[in-house]
């Protein structure tokens, strides 16, 4: 079965510190991986958006690595702030489908 | 920036009623989609719509639901006979095109709570 795990489940950072949040999916074919910020009741914003020949990808403070062949990716925030407590979603499309499955996320807390 | 909009932000509703919820997709964009998360769970995928069809649906979404796109601007999802279990947040999202390279961009969600 197709799926998307994420690790960990939680996670507490001082504000100004690194972090990094991983992701292993067993979903085939494999086509791209998604990275999106959750706000708490709000909806999903994309983050960034790999193909299997990408290896890095960077929007800002976060850098997004993927390992097609290992079937992980990592999404490292760096110089944390207080806004980036969200909850951190992977996110693959499903097979040969367009249909995406969801990680169950990794929530975020940026402490001052 | 352009975004996706959705109505009512909160819907509570008694079991066995009808519920609409409405979406207005990013206006060039050609693919809509409804998805679903029931609270502390993931965000799951109910339907993809394209050219006035549904073009994939999951087994979540059974008979109990349908989606239209009335009108050149509006999308969508009735819910039949409501449940308790269909209490969850409900998002809708649109994309440019289907893929590796296209966004699906979601709105900020209606909070669907059935007593």
């Known amino acids: 079965k197709n799926q998307v795990e994420q690790s960990p489940q939680s996670l507490i950072i001082l504000e100004g510190k690194n972090c990094t949040l991983q992701c292993n999916y067993t979903v085939s074919p494999f086509s791209n991986l998604r990275w999106y910020k959750q706000d708490t009741g709000r909806g999903p914003v994309s983050l960034t958006i790999m193909t299997f020949s990408e290896n890095t990808k960077s929007n800002g403070r976060y850098t997004a690595t993927l390992d097609a062949d290992t079937k992980q990716s990592s999404l490292h925030i760096t110089a944390s702030q207080l806004s980036d407590s969200a909850s951190y979603i992977c996110v693959v499309p499903d097979g040969g489908s367009y249909k995406l499955i969801f990680g169950s996320g990794t929530r975020l807390l940026v402490r001052p | 920036e352009p975004e996706v909009t959705q109505t009512p932000s909160h819907q509570v509703t008694q079991m066995g009623q009808e519920v609409i919820l409405r979406c207005v997709p990013i206006?060039?964009?050609?693919?809509f989609y409804w998805y679903r998360q029931i609270l502390g769970q993931k965000v799951e995928f109910l339907v993809s719509f394209y050219n006035n069809e549904i073009s994939e649906k999951s087994e979540i979404f059974d008979d109990q639901f349908s989606v239209e796109r009335p009108d050149g601007s509006n999308f969508t999802l009735k819910i039949r006979s409501t449940k308790l279990e269909d209490s969850a947040m409900y998002f809708c999202?649109?994309?440019?095109?289907?893929?590796?390279?296209?966004?699906?961009?979601f709105g900020p969600g209606t909070r669907l709570t059935v007593t």
């Open positions: 206006s060039n964009h050609l693919y």
């Open positions: 999202a649109s994309s440019a095109g289907q893929g590796g390279i296209y966004e699906q961009y």
